[in-house]
């Protein structure tokens, strides 16, 4: 018997939505967590891959910086392939002597790729909430990295 119209509703009882509350979906399985940071990292070793086989030092296979080909300035990225190059072989001296920033660059995304991996598997969503601090700070290391390799005292950090 149900109560009148000016009768209170009872807390947490699903009879005024038809007598069914919806469950909860369940959680995703271990494979579909996995598989953005997975599909991440493989797309990242492919291209590590590539550029371990093919040769930048060897002109023809890559195009050229086009600041570097218009001003003759090196970019913040000016080395990268090189830098890349020299990593996937594991000469690490000549990774930071073609681009220091690249090779921390890869200490970033492997600590991040960690993190999320581990997420993954505990099942803890990755978000990656960057605050504008950073994003200023991360353009003026940029920018301090372009300005000082582009001057003759910064000469070591131009690839």
Known sequence: MSPGPGAPRPQGSGAWYGG??????????????????????????????????????????????????????????????RSAHAFAHGDLPAALGANALAVVGYGIFAVVMAV???????????????SPAWWWGIGTVLTLFT???????????AP
């Open 20 to 81: 069914h509350v919806p469950a909860p979906p369940p959680p995703p399985s271990l494979l579909r967590r996995l598989s953005p940071p997975l599909v991440t990292l493989a797309g990242v070793v492919a291209a590590f891959v590539y550029v371990g086989a093919v040769d930048p030092n060897e002109p023809g296979h890559y195009p050229v910086c086009p600041l570097l080909r218009f001003t003759g300035v090196y970019c913040p990225g000016c080395g990268g392939l």
């Open 116 to 130: 999320w991996l581990v997420r993954a598997v505990r099942g803890v969503p990755m978000r990656l909430a960057v």
């Open 147 to 157: 300005l000082v390799r582009n001057l003759p005292f910064g000469s070591a950090l």
